[in-house]
């Protein structure tokens, strides 16, 4: 499977950005899918995870309110739409699928399996 990442770049704080994430290869309707940020000199972080139906997210607590996780499965495409956006959340985001064998598995794991390349959201105050 390959994970594509998009949608990042350069706002002011306050802004907001919508991040996609496109999988080929491989049909993930069945697997729970997850959000990571790695800010410079920083370990990277769990931000989001949804559920494969969509039905279920859970968010860290600094983005809670601030970015909202979904899905389209038809395009195999998962969606992070961040708002109000701080300085502290610049940081490399990345997408992650957490491997064959999780199938229906919920919440998804700390350490998937596969990641997208990132893309690079930067927040200026």
């Known amino acids: 499977v390959q994970l594509q990442a998009s949608g990042g770049g350069v706002v002011t704080a306050g802004g907001s950005l919508r991040l996609s994430c496109a999988a080929s290869?491989?049909?993930?309707?069945?697997?729970?899918m997850s959000w990571f940020r790695q800010a410079p000199g920083k370990e990277r972080e769990f931000v989001a995870a949804?559920?494969?139906?969509?039905?279920?997210?859970y968010y860290v607590d600094s983005v809670k309110g601030r970015f909202t996780t979904s899905r389209d499965n038809a395009k195999n495409t998962m969606y992070l739409q961040m708002n109000s956006l701080k300085p502290e959340d610049t940081a490399v985001y990345y997408c992650?699928?957490?491997?064959?064998?999780?199938?229906?598995?919920?919440?998804?794991?700390?350490?998937?399996?596969?990641w997208g390349q990132g893309t690079q959201v930067t927040v200026s105050s």
């Open positions: 992650a699928f957490p491997g064959p064998g999780s199938e229906y598995e919920w919440p998804p794991p700390l350490e998937p399996d596969y």
């Open positions: 290869g491989r049909t993930l309707n069945k697997y729970s």
């Open positions: 949804i559920s494969w139906s969509g039905g279920s997210t």
